[in-house]
Every structure is written in structure tokens, then in C-alpha cells.
């Protein structure tokens, strides 16, 4: 309850922030809500010269950018901002003021602050999952819905402690930006079937960064496409070791950490 509470405080600190700076928070949502539009323009573009992709019809794929895009801004509104932010909190001094508070140091770097427009976003993405389904005549069982649910929550969190391990880095090096910003570019590649991968890549982006896993999974179990629960186990599984590596990379900084601002 404890944490309910400061949580809720944060989200609510951070809507009123938003608010306050409505310009801003309508033309980001805009321009995500445009680069969404130009995703699914482009795939249209592609079915307009072939039928499938591998085994992928047209509108699998659309759900798979729908389920990508949803996973993507969902990560977004609750951690991108935060981890973002550490490199400038561990080198400012100002974490000093995060560690003496009576809370989970690591709750708080990454939750303190909410993107709400990515909340939005994430919805257009769920939108598209739907009117995919439908396109494709599917009936999906409470189970599916359920799994589905938390395989996307698995995925948002593989997103998270690979992004939280890339700006833990910040303990031992002077910025991290570059290192985040080119794992935010590998996002692309989570709404690409996986069928297109084939080899050293495949393995690569399923096994040492999983992008093949966080969408193609939670899409699969929608559209009948997986034939072992294989892939479940491995991106459930990824999910906690991913967890689990970062809370090690989080802890080693930590011990080393020394004030910067006295």
C-alpha cells in the first residue's frame, strides 16, 4: 500500500506537469501517432506487391506492428523518461538526495516520472490489434486475451532492463545517451516478423536482444501462429533474467558510486 500511494502521488505530479505544458504534450503525440500511421502506410505499400511475408499475411503483420507499437509506448510512458534521466542524476550529485529517501532506490529512479502521452499512443497500438483481429475473423479465447496481456507486460520488461542495464552504465562512464538511443533504434526490428531473420541474426535478436521475442510472441498467440509453447517459456523467461541482470549491473553501480556533489 505504501507503494500504491507514492506511486499514485508520482503519476499524479506527473499528469499535472503535462498539463501545464499542453502544446507540448499534443505535438509529441502527434508526431508518435504520425509515425505510427506511416508504419502500417508502409506495410499497406509492401501488400500491395506481394501476399504474404514468409507465413505472414497482410493483416498479421498489422497486428504485429498494432501489438509492437502498444509494448513500445507503454515502455515509454512508464520508464523511457526515467532511465533517460539517471546518467544526469548519478553525474549531478542529485541521486545522493533519492538514496536517503525511505523508499526502493531503484522504485523510485524509475517510476518517478510518467510520459502520459504514451499512454494514448499505446492505445491507437491496442486499436489496431483489435480491428486486425476482426480483419482476420479471429475469436480469441479469454485465455489468449489473458496471455496475451501478460506476455506484453513480459515484453515491456525485457524493454525496461535492457534500457536500465544501458543507463546503469552511467556509474562508470561520463553519458550514456548513445549506447540508449541505439537500443531505441533496435525497436524497429520488434515489428518485423521473425520469419525474415534467418542465422547468426536470428539467433542474435532472439537470444543477446531479444526484439524478435517481445512482439512476435504476444502477436503469434493472437493469431494461431505458434506451434510450442517454446517461444512463451522464452520470452517469460528473458524477461526475469533480463530483470534479474540488471539488478546486478544497478547493484555493482551502486557500490561504487560516489557523491558528485560534495
Not at 96 to 113: A, E, G, H, I
Not at 203 to 223: D, E, R
Amino acid at each position: 500500500m505504501k507503494y500504491t500511494s507514492v506511486y499514485a502521488a508520482l503519476a499524479k505530479n506527473s499528469l499535472a506537469r503535462d498539463m501545464n505544458f499542453k502544446t507540448n504534450f499534443l505535438f509529441w503525440l502527434f508526431v508518435e501517432l504520425l509515425w505510427f500511421g506511416l508504419q502500417l502506410a508502409f506495410n499497406n505499400v509492401l501488400y500491395l506487391h506481394t501476399d504474404r511475408i514468409g507465413s505472414w499475411t497482410k493483416y498479421e503483420v498489422v497486428l504485429l506492428i498494432g501489438a509492437s507499437h502498444f509494448i513500445q509506448q507503454l515502455f515509454q510512458a512508464l520508464f523511457l523518461v526515467n532511465c533517460a534521466q539517471l546518467s544526469e542524476l548519478v553525474h549531478s550529485g542529485k541521486l545522493d538526495f533519492m538514496l536517503l529517501l525511505p523508499v526502493n532506490t531503484r522504485f523510485l529512479v524509475s517510476c518517478r516520472q510518467l510520459d502520459c502521452s504514451g499512454f494514448i499512443s499505446a492505445a491507437s497500438g491496442l486499436a489496431i490489434v483489435v480491428y486486425a483481429v476482426e480483419q482476420l475473423h479471429l475469436q480469441p479465447t479469454f485465455m489468449q486475451v489473458a496471455g496475451f496481456v501478460v506476455l506484453c507486460g513480459a515484453a515491456v520488461v525485457v524493454h525496461y532492463s535492457l534500457m536500465f542495464i544501458m543507463a546503469s552504465v552511467s556509474f562508470w562512464t561520463v553519458r550514456t545517451q548513445g549506447l540508449m538511443m541505439a537500443y531505441y533504434n533496435l525497436f524497429s526490428i520488434a515489428r518485423i516478423p521473425d520469419v525474415a531473420f534467418r542465422g547468426a541474426s536470428r539467433v542474435l535478436f532472439t537470444l543477446a536482444i531479444p526484439m524478435l521475442l517481445v512482439a512476435n510472441v504476444p502477436a503469434k498467440l493472437l493469431a494461431h501462429k505458434l506451434t510450442s509453447p517454446t517461444e512463451l517459456v522464452l520470452l517469460i523467461s528473458m524477461s526475469g533474467l533480463c530483470f534479474l541482470l540488471s539488478q546486478g549491473v544497478w547493484a555493482a553501480g551502486l557500490r561504487c558510486y560516489r557523491s558528485a556533489s560534495s
